[in-house]
C-alpha cells in the first residue's frame, strides 16, 4: 500500500515539479486554437490584431451589447494557487458609443462550479479607451480557473485584454478534457514503469506497457505463393499459402520488447517440399535476443545460438523449414499436396507460434518504425532459392547467380526483385484472410477484379480481395 | 542553321513519344484481361495491398507533463494500426503499414480524438482544434 501510495505521489509530483508557474497569456499564437490547446477557453472572444494593447495580437470580444447574461472574455486553464504572488493583465475598450454600461470581473471558478467575484470594474467614457493595468495580489489557496470577463449593454464596443500573468502553478490536463490535474488512487502504476495502470496493458509488469497486431488485432493476413521461380507457374498461388498475425508488445519508452508470430499453415498445392522464413529488413540479427518455436526438421537452416539463421546481417526467421514435415499429406493422389483439392480430405492448418525476444538496450533497441516484413518459401529444400514478394530484397543466403534466368527479371541495380519481364510476381500478400485458389485455378478466375487492379496499376478495385457482390468465383476458390 | 537545329530536335521529339513511353502505356492499357499470364504491369505496380504510411505528428508547447496513449486505428475502433504512450509536447514521426483501401483513420490521445485523411500516405495529426466557445 506504502509502494503504491509512493508511485502515485512521485508521479504526480513529476508532473507538478515540470508544471509552468507563472501561467501567462499573450495573444501572441495568432490563433485562439492554439491556446485552447492548452486549455485556455474563450467564449465570445477572439485573438485579433485589431486595437491591440501590446504585440501584433490581443483578445478581443464581441460587441457586448448583450448584457449580463452573455458576458465575453477569457478564462484561464485549471491552475494550483499557494497564497502567494500576484494576478496581472492589460484591459481597454474599443469607442465608447451609445453604452448604456461596461464592466470588467475577474470571477475564480472552483472544480465544483463554485464561483467568487475577486474583483470588479467600472469602464466610464472617460477611462474606457485607456489601457487598465490590473494587479491584485493571490490571498487564496487551491485548484481554481479564472474568468476575465467583460459585460455590458447597449452600443457595439468590445473589450480587449490581454498579457495575462498569473501566478499559479498550471494545473489542466488537455488531453482529459482540461480537467484538474487529480491523482486517481484506483489509477496508480503498480509496476512504476511510469505508465498509470488504466493506461498500461500490463499493470503489474515493468518491462511491458502495450501491444500491437500487424495486420490488424481482429483478423489475420494471407501470403500465397508460387513456388517455381524462375520459372512462371500457372498462378494458382496455392503451393503454400499460410495466414499470419503478428503481436507486438512495447515498453513504456515505445521500445519493442518482444513478438509472438502466429502462422497457420493452410495448404501446400504442389510437388515440392517448401519452407518459410521472414526477413526483418529494418533489424540486424544482433538486435535479436531470442527466438523460440521455429519449426526445424531438416539442416537446410542453422541457427545461430540466439535463434535467428546464422550468417544474416539482417534477422531471419524461420517459421518452419518444410511444410510438408510439419502438415500431414491431404491427398491420396499426389503427394505433398494438401487442401487444394476440393475433393480430398480436409488437413487443418497447422498453427506455429515464434516468439521473439527483442534487445531493449539503447545501442540495440528496436522501434516499430524499424519493422519491414519480408515474408519469403525456401523451395525445395534449396535454401539458395529464396521466393520473395515482389520488389522485397532477397536475404544474404540468396543465391543471386539465379537472378536474371529463365523468367526471373529480377535487377538488383534498379531496386527490381521476383518480377517477371511483364512484371508478374511469384507471390501476394493479403491484409486480411481470403481464400485461396484450388489447385491450377488461376487467381483470375476466382477473383474477377484482380486482373483490372493490376493493369490499372492499383488505381481500381484496390479492394479485388474483398467479398463484394461479382468480385468472387466461388467455384474456384477451396472454401470450408 | 538554327532551324535546322530546331527541326531536328522535333523529329527526335516525335519519335521517342512514339516509340518510346507509349509504346510501354498502350502496350498495357490495350491488353485483353483474361489471364495473369498473359498480360504486362507497369512496372511501378507494386502488387501490395498495404501502403506504407507516415504519422507526423506535430508537438505544442506544454505548460505541464502531459502524456497519453496516442493511438492510430480504423474508423470503427476495430482495427489498431499503432498504439504507443508519447508526450503531447514530442514531434512524431512512425512509419507502418495499413491496408490500402483506407483512406480515413482515427486518431486519439485521451479525450482528443479525430478522424484524420490518409494523404498522399501520410496521416498528418495536429492536437489544435477549433477551440470551444466555452461555458461562460
Known amino acids: ?480 | 542553321m538554327l532551324i535546322l537545329k530546331r527541326n531536328f530536335l522535333l523529329v527526335s521529339l516525335a519519335i521517342i513519344s512514339l516509340f518510346g513511353c507509349k509504346k510501354n502505356d498502350s502496350a498495357i492499357k490495350d491488353q485483353d484481361p483474361t489471364s495473369l499470364n498473359k498480360i504486362k504491369v507497369s512496372s511501378s505496380f507494386d502488387w501490395t495491398t498495404y501502403q506504407k504510411v507516415k504519422f507526423n505528428v506535430k508537438g505544442i508547447p506544454l505548460l505541464a507533463a502531459e502524456k497519453n496513449i496516442l493511438s492510430v486505428t480504423s474508423l470503427d475502433d476495430k482495427e489498431v494500426f499503432l498504439t504507443g504512450y508519447y508526450s503531447m509536447g514530442e514531434n512524431i514521426s512512425e512509419e507502418f503499414k495499413i491496408p490500402k483501401i483506407v483512406d480515413q483513420v482515427k486518431v486519439t490521445f485521451g479525450s482528443i480524438s479525430k478522424t484524420v485523411l490518409v494523404v498522399d500516405q501520410n496521416i498528418d495529426f495536429s492536437y489544435i482544434s477549433d477551440a470551444p466557445q466555452g461555458n461562460n
Open chain 1, 1 to 480: 500500500m506504502k509502494k503504491i501510495f509512493t508511485l502515485v505521489f512521485l508521479s504526480f509530483a513529476t508532473q507538478a515539479i515540470f508544471a509552468q508557474r507563472p501561467v501567462t497569456l499573450d495573444c501572441e499564437s495568432g490563433n485562439r486554437n492554439n491556446d485552447a490547446a492548452v486549455c485556455w477557453e474563450f467564449p465570445g472572444t477572439i485573438h485579433s490584431s485589431i486595437s491591440a494593447i501590446s504585440g501584433k495580437y490581443s483578445s478581443r470580444t464581441g460587441p457586448l451589447s448583450d448584457g449580463i447574461y452573455f458576458p465575453d472574455g477569457v478564462k484561464s486553464p485549471w491552475m494550483k494557487f499557494d497564497g502567494t504572488g500576484s494576478i496581472k493583465w492589460k484591459m481597454k475598450l474599443e469607442k465608447w458609443t451609445d453604452v448604456k454600461y461596461r464592466e470588467f470581473a475577474l470571477i475564480k471558478v472552483a472544480p465544483d462550479d463554485t464561483t467568487d467575484t475577486i474583483f470588479r470594474y467600472d469602464f466610464t467614457s472617460a477611462n474606457a479607451e485607456n489601457i487598465y493595468n490590473g494587479n491584485i495580489k493571490i490571498n487564496f489557496s487551491g485548484i481554481y480557473k479564472l474568468k476575465f470577463f467583460f459585460i455590458g449593454e447597449g452600443g457595439t464596443t468590445r473589450g480587449i485584454l490581454d498579457d495575462i500573468i498569473i501566478d499559479g502553478t498550471y494545473w489542466s490536463s488537455p488531453s482529459n478534457s482540461c480537467n484538474p490535474i487529480a491523482p486517481d488512487p484506483q489509477n496508480g502504476d503498480d509496476d512504476g514503469d511510469g505508465v498509470p495502470n488504466n493506461k498500461d496493458a500490463y499493470p503489474k509488469d515493468p518491462t511491458l506497457a502495450f501491444e500491437c497486431y500487424y495486420p490488424a488485432n481482429i483478423g489475420n493476413g494471407t501470403l500465397m505463393f508460387e513456388d517455381l521461380w524462375p520459372k512462371k507457374g500457372d498462378y494458382d498461388l496455392n503451393d503454400l499459402v499460410a495466414e499470419y498475425k503478428i503481436r507486438f508488445r512495447y515498453n513504456s519508452k515505445n521500445i519493442l520488447v518482444d513478438a509472438e508470430m502466429e502462422i497457420a499453415l493452410k495448404a501446400l498445392g504442389a510437388g515440392n517440399s517448401n519452407g518459410l522464413m521472414y526477413q526483418f529488413d529494418k533489424i540486424k540479427s544482433d538486435q535479436i535476443e531470442s527466438v523460440t518455436g521455429s519449426k526445424i526438421t531438416g539442416n537446410i537452416v542453422t541457427l545461430a545460438p540466439n535463434g535467428v539463421e546464422s550468417g544474416q546481417k539482417y534477422a531471419n526467421i524461420l517459421i518452419f523449414d518444410n511444410g510438408n514435415a510439419i502438415m500431414p499429406n491431404g491427398d491420396n493422389a499426389r503427394s505433398n499436396v494438401t487442401n487444394v483439392e476440393p475433393n480430398s480430405p480436409y488437413i487443418i492448418p497447422q498453427k506455429v507460434i515464434v516468439d521473439i525476444v527483442f534487445k531493449t538496450d539503447a545501442a540495440h533497441a528496436v522501434h516499430y518504425t524499424d519493422l519491414n516484413f519480408n515474408p519469403y518459401l525456401i523451395a525445395n529444400q534449396k535454401r539458395g532459392v529464396e521466393i520473395h514478394l515482389p520488389g522485397f530484397v532477397p536475404s544474404d543466403k540468396a543465391d543471386k547467380s539465379i537472378f536474371g534466368t529463365y523468367d526471373d527479371d529480377t535487377h538488383v541495380s534498379t531496386k527490381k526483385y521476383y518480377q517477371t519481364r511483364d512484371n508478374l510476381p511469384w507471390a501476394i500478400d493479403i491484409n486480411t484472410e481470403i481464400p485461396y485458389l484450388q489447385e491450377q485455378k488461376e487467381i483470375t478466375t476466382g477473383y474477377s477484379k484482380f486482373l483490372q487492379w493490376a493493369l490499372s496499376n492499383g488505381k481500381q478495385f484496390n479492394d479485388w480481395y474483398l467479398n463484394k457482390p461479382g468480385y468472387r468465383n466461388n467455384g474456384n476458390l477451396y472454401i470450408r
